[in-house]
């Protein structure tokens, strides 16, 4: 199935270092989501982006809707190590009076922080 | 306040049994969604419940699965004669308005 383009796959990095990963759709979305999962559980929302050139912050996470409607980005300032974990970008489109926001999600990005 | 649960959290079952996996929603949600999580992948969408009408079934793999949601709360994915290909983890998902979706911890399905 269509999967977003997720960059980077892995990250590796010192605590408190910033971090970015971006997301790329070949396809306009209406909506971005930010989740992190942890091994053994379900995904967890992070960011939720709803117009072209919005800027969201959740404490030290930051994410933003590109102007495109066809990519996203998600930062994260200071790290500590409780962020370790995995990143999925997922992108919803609808249209007309019926929508349900059928997630289509990046390939994930792991982040390890090394204290 | 409650969360999404899902049961069972692991489930072996040997290739050509019959498995139920089964989702309770957020109260009061009214969209439910089933993925499909291979290992090392994202969730890909699998069904769309919106109450009890099951209104988008494009992302079912083959006429093996089948899902329903009748009562508009509860909802039970099937897999009829499993295959190892289907070993991966299901997730559920609810949500008030379906752009926010809220996942639960998934079933991790091993066919042997």
């Known amino acids: 199935g269509q999967q977003l383009n997720q960059s980077p796959q892995s990250m590796f990095i010192q605590e408190g270092e910033d971090v970015s990963m971006n997301c790329t759709s070949s396809?306009?979305?209406?909506?971005w989501l930010w989740y992190k999962q942890d091994p053994g559980e379900g995904p967890v929302l992070l960011i939720a982006l709803y117009k072209a050139g919005e800027l969201t912050s959740n404490g030290r996470l930051t994410a933003q809707f590109g102007i495109t409607r066809k990519d996203s980005f998600l930062n994260i300032s200071a790290s500590i190590p409780s962020d370790v974990g995995i990143y999925f970008c997922a992108g919803s489109y609808y249209a007309g009076g019926t929508s349900y926001g059928k997630l289509t999600f990046g390939q994930g990005t792991i982040l390890t922080v090394h204290p | 306040g409650a969360g999404v649960s899902q049961s069972p959290r692991y489930k072996v079952a040997k290739r050509g049994q019959d498995v139920a996996l089964r989702c309770d929603p957020i109260?009061?949600?009214?969209?439910l969604f089933w993925y499909q999580q291979a290992l090392g992948q994202g969730p890909e969408f699998l069904t769309y419940f919106q109450n009890e009408a099951q209104l988008d079934k494009s992302g079912l793999p083959s006429d093996r699965f089948f899902a329903e949601r009748p009562e508009g709360s509860v909802s039970t994915l099937k897999i009829q004669r499993t295959q190892q290909e289907d070993s991966a983890v299901y997730l559920c998902?609810?949500?008030?308005?379906?752009?926010?979706?809220?996942f639960g911890p998934g079933t991790r399905l091993t066919v042997t």
């Open positions: 998902a609810s949500s008030r308005s379906s752009y926010e979706q809220y």
């Open positions: 109260s009061g949600h009214v969209s």
């Open positions: 396809s306009i979305f209406n909506t």
